[in-house]
């Protein structure tokens, strides 16, 4: 049984910091791009980055230069290290693992930026 489980999430400062991990079980996570979405309230979920299962990254626009997506193969974790955060980045933040066949999604953290 797959299972993604997030943690990290919280309430923080303008310009502050936090470090989203998100522990996978019942997949081969070597195999799969790991990813993390978020979704604002009212709005469409969107890709904030994603990691490849060779190590290829891409980060969403409103994002670069801020957040680093990382992977560790051996504890089966994906990290997500949010800096310089703004109250535009208040959202729920949800961790996806993807390959041909698969596409599971976590319950989601809670992120909140006051200004």
């Known amino acids: 049984q797959v299972s993604l489980v997030e943690s990290g999430g919280g309430l923080v400062q303008a310009g502050g910091s936090l470090r989203l991990s998100c522990v996978a079980s019942?997949?081969?996570?070597?195999?799969?791009?790991m990813q993390w979405h978020r979704q604002a309230s009212g709005k469409q979920r969107e890709l904030v980055a994603a990691?490849?299962?060779?190590?290829?990254?891409i980060y969403g626009d409103p994002v670069k230069g801020r957040f680093t997506i990382s992977r560790d193969n051996v504890q089966n974790t994906v990290y997500l290290q949010m800096n310089s955060l703004k109250p535009e980045d208040t959202a729920v933040y949800y961790c996806?693992?993807?390959?041909?066949?698969?596409?599971?999604w976590g319950q989601g953290t809670q992120v909140t930026v006051s200004s």
């Open positions: 996806r693992a993807l390959r041909p066949g698969l596409d599971s």
């Open positions: 019942g997949i081969w996570f070597s195999s799969h791009s």
């Open positions: 990691v490849s299962s060779g190590g290829a990254i």
